[in-house]
């Protein structure tokens, strides 16, 4: 009950609401949607702090009131919704405005937008665009013979006249890109930096293939997961689409959707049988910029840490994964590390192998003897990713 009392605050409020989030994110409030975390005392003490009072903002209200959400505008006008609920409560449906009236919805223009019927739509290409006219079906020979199906894929049947084509499907293409994960960006999860890449490239207009099924998911593959906290000059990821564009133009088609610290680099198109990037990358390079706090006598001790790691021939650490202790030798997975005192950052080079990766972080604490708080506070930066 109280978590549906801030729902219906947050879907219903007006702009205090965005006051009351931040004031309660100020006070701890973190995964409220897990009960275990979930402080609805933080919440009422906001809420009084700003004098917000749930029962006015949840309060029934009449049809002639100004909302909250009266400024924005979904295309369909507040008169006809009302119109529309009015109706509702008698139980009275609203004809379809194809076939019948036009009810002053508020989407038509009746110029420019007009209501469009399905049997009445042209062969449409794979892309969306408008078709040629050698490739038109005659209407009223086709009218009754085409199908429109999902996603804007049309089918015609068997009976199309002779000299009339439909454009051929765009071929699927495979493309892998190389993207910055850098500045505020660094901040977001493997999840949500799919998501925003989803997003953006939904945005540019081009067009994704979908994996078969129930839940269709765009086709997009990524190597591997880069820790929440760390920035990276070269992420990867495979895409497949249906597009016919130039890599300049793809580029600038994703960027200006995409938010600050994460940009498309490069883009090149890959055979649909490549290997995944999973097979294919070896090994990564990261530059770990030290803190302030890290001086000159801290040098000496990180120096002589590392030098007796690459000495050795094993280097074994304990690490606690969901209960369970895991014992892991990393020196053969590090090719490489070293303390560049004049640039104040530690060079790591490491491989990709089966048996698993060694993390930028257990090297800052499991080698160097950096403590939790201290590790916290260097700047790990991938720079460069290895394939074979």
Sequence with gaps: ARMSLLEGLVSRGDEKIGLLIERAFQAGCRFDGWSDYFRFDLWEKAMADLAIHPERELRERRLTDIFAWDQIDCGLGKDFLIREWLKSEQGELTTDCRTDQCHQCGVCDHQHIKPISAAEVPSLSMNGSAPTDNASPDRSSSQGNQAVLAHGVTAASASIGAGERLQQPAPEKRIRIQFT???????????????????????????????????????????????????????????????????????????????????????????????????EICGFQYDLRLPDAAGPDKDVVINAKLDQFLASEAFTIIREVKEKRVVKNIRPLVLDVRLDQDRRRIELRVACEPAGMVRPADILTKVCGFDEEMARGVRIIKRETYFY
């Design 181 to 279: 994960k850098l500045g505020a960006a660094r901040f977001l999860s493997h999840l949500e930096l799919s998501a925003a890449l989803i997003r953006a490239i939904h945005q540019s207009g081009l067009n994704f293939v979908y994996s078969e099924g129930f839940h269709p998911h765009p086709k997009i593959s990524f190597a591997f997961a880069t820790a929440v906290g760390m920035e990276s000059m070269g992420e990867y990821a495979d895409i497949q689409i249906k597009n016919d564009l130039s890599g300049d133009t793809m580029i600038h088609r994703i960027n200006a959707f995409l938010p600050e610290g994460i940009e498309i680099k490069g883009l090149r198109e890959i055979s649909l049988r490549q290997p995944s990037l999973s097979e």
